[in-house]
């Protein structure tokens, strides 16, 4: 898992999502959405602001039809 990394390569994590089940990409995105605040009111760290990005790329990426960006 991405978390707590310390060099954070973009297209490896994103070539791992792609092998995910929907599900999984599901539960791995809820995970980011909702963990528990470890900034303490500050905003979040990057890891969790880019890993929650890459996810919302890849399913932007399997469902592009699902979304309505205008």
């Known amino acids: ?8 390569d973009d297209e490896e994590e994103r070539e791992r999502l792609r092998k995910l089940s929907d599900r999984e ?6 995970k980011y959405k909702w ?5 303490f009111g500050k905003t979040p760290r990057d890891e969790f602001v880019i890993g ?3 996810r919302k790329e890849e399913w932007r990426r399997r469902y592009p039809k699902s979304f309505n960006d205008e």
């Open 52 to 54: 929650l990005r890459l």
């Open 1 to 8: 898992m991405a978390v707590g990394f310390n060099k954070f």
């Open 25 to 30: 990409l599901i539960r791995e995105a809820a």
């Open 35 to 39: 963990s528990p605040p470890t900034n």
